[in-house]
T-cell receptor, first 114, second 106 residues
Framework: GAVVSQHPSWVICKSGTSVKIECRSL??????MFWYRQFPKQSLMLMAT?????????EQGVEKDKFLINHASLTLSTLTVTSAHPEDSSFYIC??????????FGQGTRLTVV | EDQVTQSPEALRLQEGESSSLNCSYT??????LFWYRQDPGKGPEFLFT???AGEEKEKERLKATLTKKESFLHITAPKPEDSATYLC???????FGTGTRLTIIP
């Protein structure tokens, strides 16, 4: 299957700082990338959908000014958690698709805000 | 609004004991039902896509089937390494169920 690389795999940051998570499609051009959040023992909750070259579409209840998403190229999308607080601690996962195939997922990023 | 319900929430099986996981769904225009496997602390790993009722797909000990309202993931003679959470999803934006946490006991 296609490879999606997510970096970093884990990060610890201080409350009030910003954290950037990268999602790269390594062997295909991802026209669409999705960002999810997952709490322990719960399923993936879609945060936003980003299409290359356009603004991300956020799900209801997701603060777009807090979770900045950039999809500047066909192989890279970034999620920046701005002014992070302990309640933002979670597992963040990206997925990528070229719309002709199923979505492939990154390995996830464990964010801990202290 | 797309909805996915998976059952059971958790399942413990002895090694070699076959069983099935259920995924019931409602979706406005099925563009595929997807099965993923997720290990703790990792992203989901793609298993199958099913597009139309009656379709079946197999991979090693797993077989996925699809009807108009639900999908089953059958696991035959499972091994401990099959222990994971199995997720199904539907829709263009991949609406996920809460998953079935499968544990295979040696």
């Amino acid at each position: 299957g296609a490879v999606v690389s997510q970096h970093p795999s884990w990060v610890i940051c201080k409350s009030g700082t910003s954290v950037k998570i990268e999602c790269r499609s390594l062997d295909f051009q991802a026209t669409t990338m999705f960002w999810y959040r997952q709490f322990p023992k719960q399923s993936l909750m879609l945060m936003a959908t980003s299409n290359e070259g356009s603004k991300a579409t956020y799900e209801q209840g997701v603060e777009k000014d807090k979770f900045l998403i950039n999809h500047a190229s066909l192989t890279l999308s970034t999620l920046t958690v701005t002014s992070a607080h302990p309640e933002d601690s979670s597992f963040y996962i990206c997925s990528a698709t070229d719309r002709n195939t199923e979505a492939f997922f990154g390995q996830g990023t464990r964010l801990t805000v202290v | 609004e797309d909805q996915v319900t998976q059952s059971p929430e958790a399942l413990r099986l002895q090694e070699g004991e076959s069983s099935s996981l259920n995924c019931s769904y409602t979706v406005s225009g099925l563009r595929g039902l997807f099965w993923y496997r997720q290990d703790p602390g990792k992203g989901p790993e793609f298993l199958f896509t099913l597009y139309s009722a009656g379709e079946e797909k197999e991979k090693e000990r797993l077989k996925a089937t699809l009807t108009k309202k639900e999908s089953f993931l059958h696991i035959t003679a499972p091994k401990p390494e099959d222990s994971a959470t199995y997720l199904c999803a539907v829709g263009e934006k991949l609406t996920f169920g809460t998953g079935t946490r499968l544990t295979i006991i040696p």
